[in-house]
């Protein structure tokens, strides 16, 4: 069998470093070489039958099996929650990951649309709606890359939907409140900004039980200030929006019997402010949250919340997108389906150790 000639050979052959063999057979013209060392070299490569290694190219590779999932941020349970649901049956497929944490920053949820021109993933998946400003670029990319979206209702948006229906999740927080005896309460919130209007949404619902049993004025409605919406979001940044604004709440008021948290990670810190001034939960006041997050089930906290199937959704959003990729790469692209998917859960309410008939209703009740 013939020996494979090396550069090494070519070098001895030519009297040159292998250094520069290599450079001046793998063309770097950047490095400037004498007319005749090139010579020298090519025909000693010539002569000694030299056959450059094949080179592997990009074309006929297998393209990585990707989807993007936009979230908002990563600190609140929820969102992690949807991830772990959406992973899990991207993992079932051999699909991987690639997670823009947009923290709520426009100019980073800009960032991350134009780069899926060029990382040309499988599939988009956005846990909450894009913002409003960035609805017409999602489209565009939507017609090349099938997209799906966990999405609050009352947005009109032409793309596949996993809907989630906050006012219907404060109906339900009212109703067993109401149902409860409970007239003065609080619901604490995070801002409730326009381009948060998923929020407003969940308040506006709450609201609306109370109006329809004559009780809209004995509802005190706590948000914190736009400006921390445009902070980084820390690990703790909604648990201390409850905890500081139940601390508020107690200094301008001691009547009202029950605290609704937008979300579990707000209870856990009105249920620590309320400890702190030796207020018992449910005894003298009754707390609830939303999301039934982990957390939310562990014995210590015990927290009545809103169960609204999180993971279920990161799972449905996946297979949206698997459905919608298989259509597209069908052998009869021109008869491909064209369908919007829509998929919702109906709320389930988890009452647990933190909500009980108020004070003044106890009598009655018993």
Not at 86 to 103: D, P, R, W
Not at 236 to 259: P, Q
Not at 263 to 271: E, K
Not at 293 to 306: E, G, K, S, V
Request: hydrophobic share 40%.
């Amino acid at each position: 069998m013939k020996k494979k000639v090396t550069s090494t050979d070519i070098a001895h052959a030519a009297g040159v470093s292998q250094s520069t063999v290599s450079m001046i057979l793998n063309k770097k013209y950047d490095v400037s070489f004498a007319k005749e060392t090139v010579e020298k070299v090519e025909n000693a490569a010539k002569e000694l039958g030299y056959v450059p290694p094949k080179r592997k190219t990009r074309k006929g590779t297998k393209r990585e099996k990707l989807l993007v999932v936009f979230c908002p941020n990563l600190t609140n349970p929820y969102y992690v929650m949807l991830l772990q649901g959406i992973e899990a049956h991207a993992k079932e497929k051999g699909f991987g990951l690639f997670v823009c944490n947009t923290q709520r920053d426009l100019r980073m949820e800009e960032r991350y649309l134009k780069m899926m021109w060029q990382l040309r993933p499988l599939g988009i998946i956005y846990t909450c709606n894009p913002s409003h400003c960035f609805m017409d670029l999602v489209g565009e990319i939507a017609e090349q890359i099938p997209v799906a979206i966990v999405n609050n209702q009352n947005e009109k948006m032409n793309v596949d939907a996993v809907e989630l229906d906050n006012s219907k999740l404060g109906r339900v927080m009212a109703k067993h409140l109401l149902e409860l005896g409970h007239r003065k309460v609080a619901y604490i919130a995070p801002p409730l900004t326009a381009r948060q209007k998923q929020r407003s949404k969940r308040v506006e619902g709450f609201l609306k039980e109370y109006e329809k049993a004559g009780l809209r004025d004995q509802v005190i409605i706590k948000a914190a200030k736009e400006e921390i919406d445009l902070d980084v979001a820390h690990i703790d940044s909604e648990y201390k929006i409850g905890y500081e604004l139940t601390k508020e709440l107690l200094n301008e008021t001691t009547d009202v019997t029950a605290i609704v948290g937008l979300n579990d990670m707000i209870a856990f810190g009105v249920m620590d402010a309320l400890h702190e001034a030796k207020i018992k939960v449910p005894a003298d006041v009754s707390v609830m949250g939303c999301d039934n997050t982990l957390f939310a089930r562990m014995h210590n906290m015990n927290l009545t919340t809103i169960e609204h199937f999180v993971t279920f959704k990161g799972r449905d959003a996946c297979d949206i997108i698997m459905k919608k990729i298989a259509s597209h790469h069908s052998a009869n692209m021109e008869t491909a389906p064209i369908s919007t998917y829509h998929v919702e859960y109906e709320p389930q309410l988890i009452v647990r150790g933190t909500t009980t008939y108020a004070k003044n209703s106890r009598k009655k009740k018993n």
